[in-house]
């Protein structure tokens, strides 16, 4: 396993749709590892691939539970609403307040390339959304209602961080 670097904005491949995943392989399995790894070193709540370089439909979110990996995920239900602050490891020292829907229901494929479906409400929601927008190009920073701001060290630690 390996810590990887994270990409920031302003790099391109942020802004790429992201390849769906057909078969698991050794290397998956290896940047599903790194990917943990590397989002809990940098202490966040949600990890895409393509925020490690890797155009792949992939992405890890850990908000204190059990830690999920999402192979080929896709959104098939929202509702509510919930505004709140939100970062991401791409935009770091940086936050926003940001508008999503409270809850989601998101169907992918696990580690052992069996479906799944996930579903959570605040900050887990607010992760898988998170998370899906990065496989598709996007980041929340399309989405944040005024400035951005600074955030200090106390500050990221905040959970809803992601």
Do not use: W
């Not at 942020?14 to 990917?35: H, N, S, V, Y």
């Not at 229901?105 to 929601?125: C, D, I, Q, W």
């Amino acid at each position: 396993m390996a810590i990887r670097n994270i990409r920031e904005i302003g790099d391109p491949v942020l802004t790429k749709q992201c390849k769906e995943i057909k078969e698991m392989t050794d290397r998956t399995r290896e940047l599903i590892q790194d990917m943990f790894e590397t989002m809990y070193e940098a202490e966040g709540v949600g990890l895409a691939a393509p925020q490690v370089g890797i155009l792949k439909r992939l992405c890890v979110i850990d908000t204190g539970d059990d830690p999920i990996v999402l192979i080929n995920p896709r959104v098939v239900e929202t509702s509510g609403e919930q505004t709140g602050q939100e970062g991401c490891l791409s935009v770091p020292g940086k936050s926003g307040v940001v508008t999503r829907p409270n809850y989601a229901k998101v169907v992918a494929l696990n580690e052992n390339m069996e479906p799944v479906e996930v579903e959570g409400t605040e900050l887990l929601a607010r992760a898988l959304l998170h998370e899906l927008d990065h496989l598709d190009g996007h980041m929340y920073t399309e989405l944040v209602e005024g400035p951005l701001y600074d955030v200090t060290k106390d500050e990221e630690d905040d959970p809803e961080d992601e």
